[in-house]
């Protein structure tokens, strides 16, 4: 079975800094999505960025951007100027592209606090 | 154009209890999940339903239940609880077979209390 590890539990960033959140996965597939999600306190899940296993360029929303190594099972997240509105839990997540594999595997989550 | 919506947003039950939460998918949105969240953790699979069938199971007991309505609507069912089902029962939606695959939409969550 797939599994998720997010190592850093709380990490904190001075506001307009670059910070980094960790993920590390499990799987023998080759075909794979990963994800990352944000929970503010509002509770509602919000997708931040997605990547394609088989697609070897990092991908990139706006702020967010992702260090992608296939071999080492890594999946990190950097956030550039970080803005008070980036505080929330974020989880990394996995999904197999497989037939009858329809769930996302989460990680345990990172709680991200930015210092005015 | 209305996003994930669940009811009912908090309630407190008594260990033994029957409960039914609800879920209405985003607007156009056919493929319905549910997750469980405990607190400090990250969400767990528990189903999901498409075209009013449900595709796959995680690893719940049998007193998890669900249904999806031909309007796409869902319900999720947990019969004799236990102190252990309180969390977060979060519903996600996405388009077709393999839109959850490229995004999920979520909806803001039923928080459970199981006394």
């Known amino acids: 079975a797939q599994t998720v590890t997010q190592s850093q539990p709380e990490m904190s960033v001075q506001e307009a800094e670059t910070v980094t959140l960790s993920c590390t996965y499990d799987?023998?597939?080759?075909?794979?999505?990963l994800f990352w999600y944000k929970q503010p306190p509002s509770r509602q899940m919000i997708l931040v960025i997605r990547?394609?296993?088989?697609?070897?360029q990092n991908a990139t929303e706006n702020r967010f951007s992702v260090n992608f190594q296939k071999a080492a099972k890594s999946f990190s997240l950097k956030i550039s100027d970080s803005q008070l509105g980036d505080a929330a839990m974020y989880f990394c997540?996995?999904?197999?592209?497989?037939?009858?594999?329809?769930?996302?595997?989460f990680g345990q989550g990172t709680r991200l606090t930015i210092n005015p | 154009d209305a996003g994930v919506t669940q009811s009912p947003t908090h309630l407190i039950k008594t260990r033994g209890q029957q409960v039914t939460l609800r879920c209405s998918p985003k607007?156009?949105?056919?493929?319905v999940s549910w997750y469980q969240q405990a607190l400090g953790q990250g969400p767990q699979f528990i189903f999901q339903y498409y075209e009013e069938e449900e595709r796959q199971r995680g690893n719940f007991p049998d007193r998890f239940s669900g249904h999806q309505f031909p309007n796409y609507s869902s319900e999720l069912n947990v019969n004799a609880l236990l102190l252990g089902d309180s969390a977060l029962y979060l519903c996600?939606?996405?388009?077709?077979?393999?839109?959850?695959?490229?995004?999920?939409?979520f909806g803001p969550g039923t928080r459970l209390t199981v006394t």
């Open positions: 990547q394609e296993a088989y697609k070897q």
């Open positions: 799987t023998s597939e080759s075909d794979y999505y």
């Open positions: 997540a996995y999904a197999s592209s497989g037939q009858g594999a329809q769930k996302l595997v």
């Open positions: 607007s156009g949105h056919d493929t």
């Open positions: 996600a939606s996405s388009l077709g077979r393999t839109g959850w695959l490229r995004r999920q939409y």
